[in-house]
């Protein structure tokens, strides 16, 4: 059975999600590298040593591999009760906006953090769609 029309929308949206998030990693990333040189600063570590870039790529690649092997389990494995840990992620992201919100203020950053959970949220509304709901059934047998 070919991918409905739910599914390669849910594709193209959250794909899209987790580049609009590494655009606003580039758009960030002075930022990001300023806050990890004043946190290493009050630890004794020197700024310059680049374990604070090294982190955060490091964090980056674990996170993009994390949305790459949800999507692969959704969207190819066809693994329906991961939409269900797609779920926990996105609301753990509405979490981290809020936050973001309330200690570094609107910028560049939050905007992109906002689009990308909104094209994820979007994402996800596909799976739940009845093409998708049959997708995931025949693969079961159902």
Do not use: C
Request: net charge negative; aromatic share 12%.
């Amino acid at each position: 059975m070919a991918k409905p029309d739910s599914i390669k929308k849910f594709d193209l949206l959250y794909i899209g999600s987790v580049v609009v998030g590494l655009l606003g990693i580039v758009f960030g990333w002075d930022m990001m590298m300023d806050q990890m040189n004043a946190e290493m600063a009050t630890q004794g570590i020197e700024a310059d040593s680049g374990i604070g870039s090294g982190a955060i790529i490091a964090g980056v690649v674990f996170g993009v591999g994390i949305s790459m092997a949800l999507w692969f389990l959704i969207s190819i494995l066809r693994i329906e009760f991961v939409k269900w840990i797609l779920i926990l992620f996105v609301l753990w992201s509405i979490f981290g906006i809020f936050v973001g919100l309330s200690t570094t203020g609107f910028d560049m950053m939050q905007i992109t953090g906002i689009v990308s959970t909104i094209m994820s949220i979007a994402a996800i509304y596909m799976l739940f769609q009845p093409d998708a709901k049959e997708w995931f059934a025949a693969k079961r047998g159902a």
